[in-house]
């Protein structure tokens, strides 16, 4: 397998493959879901990253919710998502996304949030108050939460887990290297001991985290970025296409091929990972439900 090699400032951007052309949302359960949305004055990350899969995911019913506003206190050089100062904390926000969760029905969510540094517990209550009012509301479904690092302070990374989400979340996004251009605000090391201290309280809960491709990562880097994340447990991954979601935006470097995406997948999977989705399209919450349950199969 050749190293990846990023294309250099001055070479022109390579036009979008066919793999990764997705059709336009509009289906009726798309717009009733996205209506949803609106009338109870609530955020999904499938709108303020620019999902690419917005329109499969929402026609099937799912959407990952983004709680804690939509302003995020960091300013990640690849996200979507606006940054600046939030709003105040909503409180009433977990009732209203467990009642949106009722009312669709769903048997499986994924919960997730911007990045609340000016919070003491960086927003870990809400995510504790959102399981718990969904359970409430509909003791079958299932939870899996994406959370943010809230700055390496262990008790909130417990506040979360003490809800009992079914799956602990949190993105690696890239290698090391890339660290200091990609992640403001974010460490390497305190992913990996996040990631290790959520198996070690929980262990019971499975961890799980997501890796972009095309940053300008080698290929070398990707797999010792796989050795760590195996080192500390992690037992889910996730590798998909990074895509420039502005020009203001960190540039993208290439596009990997579905065989190269295969390829990640079967290291990743002789590594030891219980379970691995890697493709072009795929994201964090990318097909969730049908992840949790091959893992939990995997498991047995």
């Known amino acids: ?54 329109g499969e995911c929402w026609n099937h019913g799912t959407a990952t919710f983004m709680i804690l506003g ?15 100062r939030p709003a105040q904390v909503d409180t009433a926000e977990p009732a209203r996304v467990a009642d949106a969760i009722r009312a669709l029905g769903l048997t499986y969510v994924v919960v997730t949030s911007v990045d609340r540094d000016d919070l003491a ?26 959370i943010p690092d809230f700055q390496g302070h262990e008790a ?21 290297r890339l660290y200091r251009m990609a992640r403001s605000g974010g460490r390497y090391p305190r992913t990996l001991e ?16 997501g890796l972009m491709v095309g940053l300008g990562e ?17 037992g889910v991954l996730t590798i998909g296409q990074y895509l420039r979601p502005s020009a203001a935006h960190a ?15 079967a290291i990743a999977l002789d590594l030891g990972f219980v379970h691995v989705e890697s493709g072009p399209l795929v994201r964090s919450s990318y097909h ?7 893992y939990a199969a995997a498991a047995r």
């Open 1 to 54: 397998m050749p190293r990846v090699i990023p294309l250099t400032p001055s070479q022109p951007r390579a036009p979008k493959p066919d793999w990764l052309k997705v059709r336009a949302p509009g289906s009726p359960r798309y717009l009733r879901l996205k209506g949803l949305m609106r009338e109870l004055n609530l955020h999904t990350v499938c709108e303020e990253a620019q999902c690419p899969n917005i």
């Open 70 to 84: 939509d302003v995020c206190t960091r300013a990640c050089s690849y996200c979507a998502v606006a940054h600046g």
């Open 121 to 146: 517990d960086g927003g870990a209550s809400i995510f504790a108050a959102t399981i718990r009012e969904t359970r409430a509301r509909l003791p079958e479904c299932r939870i899996e939460v994406l």
């Open 156 to 176: 909130a990374l417990h506040t979360v887990l003490d809800a009992q989400p079914d799956i602990l979340n949190h993105n690696t996004e890239t290698v090391p």
């Open 194 to 209: 996040l990631l290790d201290r959520s198996r070690r309280y929980a262990p019971q809960i499975p961890t799980k985290t």
């Open 218 to 234: 080698e290929w070398d880097e990707l797999i010792a970025t796989f050795r760590d994340l195996r080192d500390v447990g992690c």
């Open 251 to 265: 540039p993208m470097t290439r596009y990997y091929t579905p065989a190269e995406f295969a390829e990640l997948k």
């Open 288 to 294: 969730a439900h049908e992840t949790a349950d091959a």
